[in-house]
């Protein structure tokens, strides 16, 4: 074991990746020289050369468009976008293209590839740098979308996405590059995609959050504890393939639950969570599932962006009422 | 090698496309026919399955026996003079959906291009071997696709060569810039074929792009250009072959454009008559790109009436074939939904195939 922020075990993770399998090779704006804006892939043209650590021209669509063709050669291509963000830009070829080439060839062309993108709020970006707009990718069957919260996760699950012959969108909380630490397995330890982690034990109320949203739910769990609220945290790891068990089975045992994410209320991935919950533990509820999410209107400056981005206090606050709903 | 490079020379000019055979079928002064006599007369023999195929194809779907699907009636040389230039063995053709005779040359079976466009997933299961991408509904967003596909193979050593197609229309899209782009940038052994049929669906030419030519924008990429008369197979062949080999050379990418005319309606739910101007369509009719092929091998001797009559019928009866087996197939059930969606499925997924399985035997 090893500690490592998210960006030490992202970079080590492919770097391993890339000296296992010769097929691997990793794309995108930045990524070579620089080593990525947030240095993700730092050291890793020197190490492997330029045909395997590419410097892409500026162009999302054709990125992941070149990833699919890469793909289809029989390489595993590993996208980054810079940030999620711009994925908008390729929006049509992750959605309508690289998600159902599988389908769309009948097994012909699984599509080993993987798509980084750093998103979330509380840094100050400038605008369109911290969407998190992970539910409109939901919305492409065929991609798995994987949001870890922790380095643990962020290389485990890493280490899966690559490997997998199925395309991933791997999104990378950026506020916690740095900020968030952890023990990291050394060598192989993939984590498997489906199944959630319960990152506190609690018997009053679930938190489900995923992402930077885990250390937030965290931090509300043990403002709770004070108040002599017993809070669950629950870290969902992947959206899609979602563990609607693990999920159902975390909400009926506190029968209560509060979801938590940083993208806008209306259609978010938190009332995805709130009809599972219903489809598979409606009887043990015992208060309405409540969700703390950030405000349908546009990501704002950063000067208020604390305002937008749910914060413990509003976790807290959820959670308090969900408690006390008779 | 026919000697021609395909980028702009000052003796031809941007606007002139390069012509091999005339109308007439006589070839132009100087200029030769760079496919053997019995290539020559496969790729007519291909163009004719083409046309054939489009006239049954436009009968089904109006007997309700076949679904949506669009012609080639008029782009064929494009198609087939492209195709030519490839070695079905180690290129790929990485198609729009107007290519059917290109798909058929790389061994797709006719029967899979068929099912597709009844609306069967089966459609996109192109056996392995068969160097093609599924057919792109998407405009453009398979050309950065087939630029990666083109990178891959020279990244692992091989030399294969990707020739990818698309219309004038396609060549509005962001994704052509950037694929055009891309491509120069790696050097990618990739041939953009832009078949430029004068329409995009009703939109006309004069109203995609205010560049005189399509292949004119090709130094902006850095990348060699070449305007072709798109009704001479012999010269799209020529001008693709050559790009072929400066790709398989190492030499990068290279833009042509194809000029042709699409004789009548984009598709089968379409009404061209509504747009396309008649006095328009006259004046390409003597130019159409089977005739004139057909008129160059009777000049030859390397067509007669008896060839004629044994070619139509043979593509005939492999029409019929081919109707007769997806007609005979059962059609596609439920799993079909969730079959090839990811490698293996989700626990959520396998609720959802049992829910509407058990559904179905209900109905």
Redesign the interface.
């Known amino acids: 074991m090893t500690r490592l922020n998210m960006l030490q075990a992202i970079n080590t993770t492919l770097r391993g990746e890339l000296a296992r399998d010769e097929r691997t090779l990793v794309l995108g704006q930045d990524v070579g020289r620089l080593g990525g804006v947030f240095r993700a892939t730092d050291g890793l043209l020197d190490e492997f050369g330029p045909d395997r650590v590419v410097d892409m021209p500026l162009a999302e669509a054709s990125i992941v468009g070149a990833a699919i063709g890469l793909a289809a050669a029989g390489l595993v291509p590993i996208a980054e976008m810079q940030f999620l963000g711009f994925s908008h830009q390729a929006f049509h070829q992750i959605g309508a293209q690289l998600a159902r080439m599988r389908y769309r060839s009948q097994g012909r062309f699984p599509m080993p590839v993987v798509i980084r993108a750093p998103f979330g709020g509380g840094v100050r970006t400038p605008e369109l740098h911290s969407e998190a707009l992970e539910a409109q990718f939901v919305q492409s069957p065929g991609l798995s979308v994987v949001m870890p919260a922790t380095p643990a996760d962020a290389k485990g699950l890493l280490q899966t996405a690559v490997r997998s012959s199925d395309p991933v969108l791997f999104c990378e909380p950026l506020r916690g590059y740095r900020l968030v630490t952890g023990e990291v397995a050394d060598g192989d330890a993939p984590v498997p995609f489906g199944k959630l982690r319960v990152a506190r034990d609690g018997t009053d109320v679930t938190l489900v959050a995923w992402s930077a949203a885990v250390q937030v739910a965290e931090k509300a769990a043990e403002a709770l504890a004070e108040e002599g609220i017993s809070a669950a945290v629950v870290d969902l790891r992947t959206l899609v393939p979602l563990d609607e068990a693990g999920l159902a089975d975390a909400v009926a045992a506190t029968g209560r639950c509060v979801v938590v994410h940083e993208a806008p209320l209306s259609a978010g991935f938190g009332a995805e969570v709130v009809a599972t919950v219903n489809d598979a533990a409606f009887y043990s509820l015992e208060a309405p599932v409540a969700r703390v999410a950030a405000p349908d209107t546009p990501y704002p400056p950063g000067r208020i962006e604390d305002h937008f981005v749910p914060g413990v206090d509003r976790v807290v606050a959820a959670a308090r009422a969900t408690v006390k709903a008779a | 090698m026919s000697g021609f490079t395909p980028q702009f020379r000052p003796e031809h000019g941007e606007a002139t496309p390069w012509t091999v055979l005339r109308p007439d079928g006589e070839l132009e002064p100087g200029r030769e026919a760079a496919l053997s006599d019995e290539q020559l007369r496969d790729a007519c023999e291909l163009t004719l399955f083409s046309r054939a195929f489009d006239e049954k194809g436009f009968s089904l779907q109006r007997q309700g026996r076949f679904g949506t699907f669009s012609p080639v009636r008029g782009q064929e040389a494009s198609v087939v003079g492209a195709a030519f230039a490839l070695d079905p063995a180690r290129d790929w053709v990485v198609p729009q959906y107007r290519e059917l005779p290109a798909l058929l040359r790389q061994g797709l079976p006719l029967e899979q291009f068929m099912l597709t466009f009844l609306g069967d997933?089966?459609g996109?299961?192109?056996p392995?071997g068969v160097n093609v991408?599924?057919i792109q509904i998407?405009l453009a967003?398979q050309?950065?696709?087939?630029?990666?596909?083109?990178?891959?193979?020279a990244?692992?050593g091989r030399d294969s060569v990707v020739a990818v197609f698309c219309g004038d229309g396609a060549s509005s899209e962001?994704?052509f810039h950037?694929?055009c782009?891309?491509a120069g940038?790696l050097r990618a052994p990739v041939v953009f074929v832009v078949q430029n049929n004068g329409w995009a669906i009703s939109t006309p030419r004069a109203r995609q792009s205010a560049a005189a030519t399509l292949a004119g924008r090709a130094p902006g990429y850095g990348i060699p250009g070449a305007l072709v008369d798109g009704n001479d197979l012999l010269a799209v062949h020529q001008v693709v072959a050559d790009a072929v080999a400066r790709a398989r050379a190492g030499e990068g990418p290279t833009l042509v454009e194809t000029l042709t005319y699409r004789l009548g309606d984009h598709n089968t739910a379409d009404d061209a008559s509504r747009y396309q101007p008649a006095e328009e369509l006259e004046a390409w009719a003597p130019r159409d790109p089977i005739s004139r092929v057909l008129a160059h091998l009777r000049t030859r001797e390397l067509w007669d009436d008896a060839h004629d009559t044994a070619v139509r019928e043979r593509i005939a009866a492999r029409i019929d074939e081919a109707v007769r087996t997806v007609e005979a197939m059962e059609p596609p059930g439920v799993e079909h939904l969730f079959?090839?969606?990811?490698?293996t499925l989700?626990?959520?997924l396998q609720g959802q195939r049992a829910e509407l399985q058990a559904q179905v035997r209900t109905r």
């Open positions: 997933p089966r996109g299961a192109a392995e991408l599924p998407g967003a050309l950065p696709q087939a630029v990666g596909l083109a990178w891959g193979h990244l692992q962001g994704d950037e694929a782009n891309l940038t079959e090839h969606v990811t490698e989700s626990p959520r």
